[in-house]
């Protein structure tokens, strides 16, 4: 027998099958008992998240499905040989005794000299599941048999030790689960705390002192305002680029609608002069009536203006 990768086993312990510590169980056909009625686990009655039976099936004889072959009693623990690494595993409580299981479970009836709890709390670990999982024989519905279960190697503590060790397990799985639902209690407090810190957000009580230091800030009704502007402006824009679109034929498939304003990096006003400026020297400057109908720009007729070059090109950058 080849032993598991474990730490060296502690002095009275001794390495053993699963096979040389279980007993035999009774196959049973329901079928015989047309009209009794029964109790039916099977894969899907097993909580694999708590390790207990949840939702058992009843049927009467007549009716059990074909899987339902295996006879249970208390303290039998069910190992599914189905999907090993899903840890389908439970004990059967007192209320199961002389029920049905499926023969999709290794039923595993530990020896009256073992402690059963022992045995559940080990075929749990990875090193029992991962040994298994290496043997799984199919693709879409990978499973062991029941001599692969029972083959596999064990570390037998002595009886006393045994139950030492459970209680010990139990006294640890019950303060973790205590962690857990304090954990849940947390979460509840901290979804809670979340809520409360968004709602004082959105009431202004965040930024009480901000406000108190930034009192220069742009009242929210002028941004308010603003914005309404720059949409109707831009609902405005939409509307002539329909009524242009009603009177233009379609487009090339390639080509799409736009407005200069998408187009342009940006725009500015030039200075305004009036005519008491003109001079007859200096930079021309441009006005609508110097450009014709076609598009042609005339500068002969354009005024000149007597301005110095670094002032009006800082001129023009302030506005860009």
Known sequence: MTEPKLSELPNDWVWTKLEEISEKIEKVNPRNHEKEELIYIDIASIDNTNQKIINPKIYLGKDAPSR???LIKAGDILFSTVRTYLKNIAIVGKEYDGQIASTGFCVIRPNKSINNKFIFYFSQTDLFINSLNQIQRGTSYPAVRDSDVFSQPFPLAPLPEQCRIVVRIEELFSHLTAGVEALQRAKVQL???????LKAAVEGRL??????THPEVEPAENLLKRISIEKHSKIKIEEKIESIKEILSELPRTWAWTNLENLKDFSLYGPRFSSDDYSTEGYAVLRTSDISDSGKVNTKTAPLIPLDRDDFLKS????I
Do not use: I, K
């Open 68 to 70: 339902a072959r295996q």
């Open 191 to 197: 979804q809670r705390y979340r809520q409360a810190v």
């Open 207 to 212: 930024t009480e002192e901000w406000r108190r």
């Open 316 to 319: 023009l950058t302030s506005r």
